[in-house]
């Protein structure tokens, strides 16, 4: 653990305020939920809680599922990381890679997520990060970003990229990547 030299008090009420720069940092918002541990030697340690990362190995191969399926670069992402990530490219599912999973997902990325609208962008047009670390060099040329909502809230995203020059997404693209998105969000609700 990393220390902080932040001391708080817990109230009456055996609560405890998380310091404005940690929720900052962390990307903890109000509502979030948050998973309690103790290890050891006694600590208690907070994690933000993921739905969609609950589904660890099932997102992957549900990316890897969507991939073969629709040819094109398939990603799982939660509200704050991606999550799965299935490409042709081993380089796309690496560490280094911008894209690879357990990478901090943009914030362009995240208010699109927050809009619950699906984004469709090729031909051209200026695409949505996917990552932080995307620094647009990608070389992706398509993006459908389908945001996955569960009991009426917008937990994640299904995202489709490509690299192919002139590409585009098909309606059948479209209608396989709303499918799963509502098919992870009514997983998530039971």
Known sequence: MKAT?????????????IPKEIRRTLRIREGDALEIY??????????KYSLVGELGDFSREYAESLHQTVG???MICDKDTVVACASPSRKDSAAASPI????PISDELEAAVAGRKTIERSGG???????????????????????????????GA??????????????????????????LGRQLEN
């Open 5 to 17: 030299g932040i001391v708080r008090r817990i109230d009456e009420l055996g609560r405890v305020v």
């Open 38 to 47: 103790t290890d050891r030697e006694g600590g208690v340690i907070l994690r």
């Open 72 to 74: 094109h670069i398939a």
């Open 100 to 103: 690879a999973p357990e990478k």
């Open 125 to 155: 047009a200026a695409l949505i990060p996917i990552t932080r670390a995307d620094d647009g060099k990608q070389g992706f040329t398509a993006q459908l970003i389908v945001p996955i909502v569960a009991s009426g809230d917008p937990i």
């Open 158 to 183: 299904v995202i489709l990229l490509s690299r192919e020059p002139n590409a585009s997404f098909t309606a059948a693209d479209m209608k396989v990547a709303e499918t799963a998105a509502a098919f």
